[in-house]
């Protein structure tokens, strides 16, 4: 019902939307880097910050409108903007409100494939990109910085996957498992 709710083990579920303006049917996407949760959403509509205090308030910076997005190697990486479906970005090394400093920026995940990306899941010092809802892939990336000994990098894992939604993406000991519309993939 474009709201936010927490609930603080006292039973009763608090509105903590706000100002925030969260479009009709728009599902969520929680992302947590540091003590801060990001909450983004499947229509590409703002990003939200929630501080365990208060409301929850637009993120700030500049980040990408995007519909899918996860804290991985110290950096909040989003994707699948209107404009960009297929651009991976990532904000600056420990600031999930820095997109535009020196190392913040972005990869292009097979742009020209049909698919946009639908899932980002970080496993075992790896950024897991899903592709979907048509040919489907899975991209792998490596590194810690954009530049250096240790730059970032990507592989293809698989293709011919293609992942329906991020919400299906859930680590299960030491594995990740998603759903296509094939079933259940590990």
Known sequence: DSKVYKEDMD????????????G???RPVFAQLTDLLTIWWSDAGTPLKWNQTGNVASLGGTPPAAR???????????????ANPSRL????NG????????????I?????????IVGLASHKQRL???????????HEIAGTAPTGSDA????????????QTHNSIVEVGDDVWFMSERGVHS
């Open 89 to 92: 970005f990532f904000s600056a």
């Open 128 to 138: 897991l990109v899903f592709k979907g809802p048509n040919k489907g892939s899975i």
């Open 152 to 163: 970032f990098t990507r592989r293809v894992l698989l293709r011919g996957i293609a992942l």
């Open 24 to 26: 009709a049917g728009a």
């Open 108 to 116: 292009d995940i097979d742009f020209e494939d049909g698919d946009r």
């Open 95 to 106: 600031n999930v409100e820095d997109w535009t400093g020196v190392d913040t920026g972005s």
């Open 68 to 82: 899918v997005a996860v804290g991985h190697a110290n950096r909040m990486w989003a994707a699948s903007t209107n």
């Open 11 to 22: 039973g009763v579920f608090d509105d903590i939307t706000g100002a925030a303006v969260i």
